[in-house]
Each structure stands twice: as C-alpha cells, then as structure tokens.
C-alpha cells in the first residue's frame, strides 16, 4: 500500500511480517544481492523494475579473515523489504549457496512477489518517491512512516574504529563510515592503502592519516551535521579528501552548499554522467534520493560530474585543494566499472602529496 491509496497485491516469498518505510524503484537488472545489503536502503522497501528476481540465487554470507564481506556489500541485509514482479523457486549459478527466499527468511526480511512493480516505478516517478508498508491481513496492521526523518547514518554506521590492511598499508586512510559499502574498502585495500574506518560522528582530526575518504550511505543528509562539522575541520588542512554518494553531499555541506530531495531518486546501473569541460561520459551504478544543489556552491567549488538525464549534481571539486567526490558508486559492486579510476585519482593525490 502507498500513501497515495494505492494499493497492489501479491504473495509472500522470504519473512513473513508487515512492514513500512519509503517506496523507491531500482531499474537495474541483476545485482540484487549487493542491492539489499547496501547501507544506503535502510528504511527501503525496494521496488525492482527487472521482471524476473532469484533465478541466480544468493552466493555464500561468507568474510575474510580482516572481516570484510566476500560476496555481499556488508554484514547483513539493510533493505527493509524487497517487491518484485516474478520471482524465480529454483536458482542456478556457479557461486551459490541458497534461494533468495531462504535467505530473506533467515534475516526476517519480507519479499512480495506477483506485483506489476512497472506500475508502481511509473507512480512513483509521476507522484515522487512515497511512504508505503506491506500489510498481510488487515491495512492497520503497520503505520506509515518516513525513514528520512531519523538519522538513518547513525542506524548503520560502525559503532568503533576499525583498521584494516596495517600491514601492507604505506599511507594511512581515515574512512568516515556513513554506511559503507564493503567494496570500498576493497578497492581501497587493493590500491595500497592502511584503511582507518571510523564512525560518522568520529573526531578524526587527532588521528594520523594521510587522506580522508566519505562512504556512501542512507537518508538525507541533513541530519548528518555532526559528521559536516569534522569534514569542515578536514577542509583547513591539505590532505587529500574523496567522497562516494552521501560523501559527495557531506563535503558540500562542510564547503556551504545546500542539498535537496529528488523527486524519485537515482538508483540503477545505467545513469549516464559527463565530465564538466569535456565530452567524457560513463554509465555508472547509483543509489540516492539527495542531491547537491550546484547553484549553491562557494567560490573555491566546482561541478566535477552532471547527469545526463536531468543535470543534476554528480560530483564537485575543489580548485585549489585536492578534494573531490562523486555522487555515484565508482566501486560499482554491483554496476559497471567504468569509473573505477576515481579510486586511482584519490591514491595518486595521496601517494604524491
């Protein structure tokens, strides 16, 4: 049920309880394993616009011996629920280690599947991103609820500092863990770098560290200000500060931009981004509902990336100090590779310095 009064039934596959939060549509066709265990959709009840789910099932919840994730993007599934036109009993991959609704079950997440979810993305792109729940007997049986008007940051952010790589590491990377994705910390480790995880509203400005990097994560940013003002500390300094999604909307608002809700978010594979001053495109994986408003920029500050589709913010730069972000996921995980090299810029700013 939406908000709206709309209302769209189905069946039951994974946990069975009612539940509530905020309906956004993802258009992406595979990846859902990442998908639901992506900080960034706390509060979600993921809407999947890719007609049939589950047919490749879900790969082993299994972690390194630093306890990073192997196939999944954090420890758990965040995703309050997963809505889904065909679901698929039987599942065939290389890697897998159970169905999706086992999985699902195991973590008490609900699933419905049997709804024409094409319907429900064309609402909400009509209508904008909506309050929904699912109700499995009776409409009282849960209250509708925004999740943006908690900090949902401070929900999954680690709760202690966290090191990884210390041994291989020649430079030292605080990370500011709004949400997380574990491939970040992958493509951090895989670049070289002793990785310094710490929680959102962390003080890390009497940490030793040679760069700063913002993770992406959930909700609006607007109720992050603990985390804004420790960046604002970072921005006198001169180490090298990169920023991934809710990274790139915390640096703004350090720098004195404002940020807004978009109507419905962008959350695919398949969002083209250009380069500001070049002709350079790529296709890159995202997952927000926030944006930075570019006409709010101060004066040091630049627009590093646009949208394509709607020209909205993508990434900002500083002109004089090696700080800068991207509002999409150059980890991908799941997603295209083609922004990759961001990690690469980040570590030659911090490799150089």
């Known amino acids: 049920m939406l908000d709206d009064g709309s209302a769209f039934k189905g069946f039951c596959f994974g946990y069975e309880k009612p539940i509530a939060g905020e309906v956004v549509f993802n258009t992406a066709m595979s990846g859902y394993p990442e998908s639901l265990t992506d900080p960034s959709y706390a509060g979600q009840l993921m809407t999947l616009t890719y007609p049939l789910v589950g047919n490749y099932g879900v790969p082993p919840r299994t972690f390194r011996e630093d306890g990073i994730s192997e196939f999944m993007e954090s420890e758990k599934i965040h995703a309050d629920a997963i809505i889904i036109s065909d679901y698929s009993h039987d599942c065939s991959h290389w890697n897998v280690a159970g169905t999706l609704s086992e999985w699902l079950k195991e973590e008490q997440v609900p699933g419905l599947y049997g709804v024409d979810t094409r319907a429900i993305t064309k609402l909400l792109r009509e209508k904008g991103s909506m309050k929904g729940k699912i109700v499995l007997d009776s409409p009282d049986e849960v209250e509708f609820y925004d999740p943006n008007a908690i900090n949902q940051v401070a929900r999954v952010s680690c709760r202690e500092v966290i090191t990884y790589g210390e041994a291989i590491g020649k430079k030292r990377v605080v990370l500011l863990d709004c949400g997380v994705k574990h491939n970040i910390i992958r493509c951090l480790l895989k670049r070289g770098f002793t990785v310094v995880r710490v929680p959102w509203d962390y003080d890390f400005s009497s940490l030793d560290y040679d760069g700063l990097f913002l993770s992406n994560g959930p909700g609006d940013p607007d109720t992050c200000d603990a985390a804004v003002q420790n960046i604002r500390k970072a921005l006198n300094g001169s180490h090298p500060i990169c920023g991934i999604c809710m990274g790139n909307q915390l640096l703004a608002k350090a720098g004195g931009a404002s940020i807004y809700k978009l109507k419905y978010g962008h959350r695919s594979h398949n969002q083209p981004v250009r380069m500001v001053g070049t002709n350079r495109c790529f296709i890159t994986s995202q997952n927000h509902g926030y944006a930075v408003d570019g006409n709010t920029l101060g004066k040091d500050w630049e627009p590093l990336f646009v949208n394509m589709n709607d020209d909205t913010n993508e990434g900002i730069r500083h002109k004089h100090k090696p700080y800068f ?10 997603g ?14 911090v490799f150089n310095q």
Not at 325 to 334: G, V
Not at 338 to 349: G, K, S
């Open 325 to 334: 972000t991207a509002q999409f996921h150059p980890e991908a995980c799941s």
């Open 336 to 349: 295209p590779k083609d922004t990759e090299f961001i990690f690469d810029r980040f570590a030659e700013m």
